[in-house]
């Protein structure tokens, strides 16, 4: 199917009982795009019929993904708009009077079957090798009969009928036309005993007053789509245009699940990652441009994005990927825009990853902004800010004695090395980056060892780690009293583990 070029309508219908998963917030991020390529409206719509799963941190949930993802909705809950209410408990009585008429007009009926019922019955098609389905008995009632269960105070449903030959079809503008034989389908139950309508019943219903044009949901919903086009021709109404797209999966193939990690939007938001760059990285889940172009503005994939180029098989939530354009958009960000988007993350308690609780906040920003140029390219995650800046906020490091060789070191030439590299330290007459690297080289010449050796152990002793950005320009930033400092502290470990190991 091409591009609408008319505006559309499209709603993104989430259920809050659970917080929403990835794949979830990818519907609602194509509905958004083709309202803004369409110059259409982008509606929310909470679907609660569900009552005994409703879960109020979930709907909380939602409605932060879209926010942290920048998926403005036209209209929907917060908003208002001309077709509210947007959330479907307060539409309850719409629901009930269409199955009602449904009733009247012969296409559907009461059920007074019970689920202890309901459950014999497929307990004896289990036992037959039957595949389970309802049966249709309650068709067979009579208005008495189902009056004297109601005043028993048995549980009443609606059912619709369906007919029991024939197919019906629709044309997915994904996967093209499918089509389902009727006798594969039982009567299923529109409004519940509580009078909630089924989510089959009050999506259509809803679609319809919001004049919805475009429906973008999982193809998890292929299946149900035959019920949802029975219950369109007994209203009477036209269905809406159905863009299944596809599943997502994990690299190992199976569905994406908790296995392979965070599995929604805002675990991601928590874990580092940008909004503009999980944004992307979600419209390329079963979507591409056609060509080889993976990095794109909001603005590029609102031009680009087109429904004939949704998969119809499977996408694969690749996380390494995901990590490396979020580098990508780190590495694009101004330096004053990353300190804005690392604060948040440095200022944690340490606990939850922020800088040890002894170092004051606020950060000082005029200090993180002479350390930004020493990380900017290496970072993928704004968390990493903390772990990759830590020890220029530190008073001091500690790190462990079998860390301060570098290679083919022993204690001793260790100890040798960093004594040289104090005793520099404290006679060097300038710290910029330039004059320390000739002065430190110069001195590995002079102490006979590589430079590589030489600076292996003072780059342990003064960022405590292994791997850290360029040694001069750190210890630069660091400064001369705290580098002295340092290696003095990380020679006296050294010293105390030879002595540890005399004994
Ligand atoms: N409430 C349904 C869900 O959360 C909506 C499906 C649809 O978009 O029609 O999956």
Redesign the pocket.
């Known amino acids: 199917m091409t591009n609408p070029t008319s505006p559309v309508r499209v ?5 809050p ?1 659970g917080i929403p998963h990835i794949g ?1 917030i990818r ?1 609602a991020l194509f509905c958004w795009v083709l309202a803004q390529q369409t110059k259409g409206e982008f509606i929310v719509r909470i ?1 609660d019929t569900d009552r005994s799963r409703y879960d109020a941190d979930a709907e909380k949930a939602i409605f932060e993904s879209l926010d942290w993802l920048g998926l403005t909705w036209d209209e929907g809950p917060g908003k208002g708009g001309p077709v509210g209410p947007y959330v479907q408990s307060e539409r309850q009585q719409t629901y009930i009077e269409a199955a009602h008429r449904l009733v009247e007009s012969g296409h559907a009926y009461f059920d007074d079957t019970t689920p202890e019922q309901l459950h014999a019955l497929r307990e004896r098609q289990r036992a037959a090798k039957q595949p389970p389905r309802y049966d249709g008995r309650g068709r067979h009632r009579s208005t008495e009969e189902i009056e004297e269960s109601r005043q028993a105070g048995l549980p009443i449903t609606i059912r619709l009928k369906v007919p029991e030959f024939g197919s019906v079809s629709f044309n997915d503008a994904v996967r093209g036309k499918i089509t389902f034989e009727l006798k594969e389908l039982d009567d299923f139950v529109i409004l519940k005993s509580d009078e909630m309508p089924t ?1 089959h019943l009050a ?1 259509i219903l809803d ?1 319809k007053a919001m004049g919805i044009t475009h ?4 193809d ?2 292929i299946s149900s789509t035959p019920r949802h086009l029975l219950i369109h021709q007994a209203l009477e109404i036209e269905p809406p245009e159905y863009v299944h797209v596809p599943l997502i999966l994990g690299k190992d193939k199976s569905k994406l699940s908790k296995r392979h990690g965070a599995t929604s939007a805002l675990e991601y938001r928590d874990q580092g990652f940008l909004a503009d760059a999980v944004f992307n990285f979600m419209c390329l889940l079963g979507w591409s441009p056609g060509d080889d172009t993976e990095v794109m503005t909001r603005e590029e994939i609102v031009r680009r994005f087109s429904i004939d180029r949704i998969n119809d098989s499977p996408a694969t939530f690749d996380v390494e990927k995901l990590e490396w354009m979020n580098g990508v958009y780190i590495r694009n960000m101004s330096e004053d825009e990353l300190i804005e988007h690392l604060l948040p993350f440095m200022e944690r308690s340490e606990a939850d990853g922020g800088l040890p609780d002894t170092v004051e906040r606020p950060i000082d920003q005029v200090y993180l902004k002479k350390l930004i140029p020493l990380v900017h390219e290496r970072l993928k995650l704004l968390s990493e800010g903390t772990e990759t800046l830590d020890f220029f906020f530190a008073d001091n490091v500690y790190p462990a004695a079998e860390d301060l060789p570098g290679r083919n070191m022993d204690m001793a030439m260790t100890e040798t090395a960093l004594e040289a590299a104090l005793s520099l330290c404290n006679s060097v007459t300038s710290f910029e980056p330039e004059h320390l690297e000739a002065e430190y080289r110069a001195l590995a010449e002079k102490i006979e060892m590589k430079p590589g050796q030489l600076f292996s152990p003072i780059r342990v002793a003064t960022t405590g780690k292994a791997f850290a950005p360029p040694l001069f320009d750190t210890m630069a930033a660091i400064g001369q009293e705290r580098c002295i400092e340092r290696i003095e502290n990380a020679l006296s470990i050294v010293r105390s583990a030879a002595s540890t190991s005399a004994e």
């Open positions: 709603r993104y219908a989430p259920s009982t979830n519907t679907e989510y999506h679609d429906v973008i949901r999982g998890e919903w």
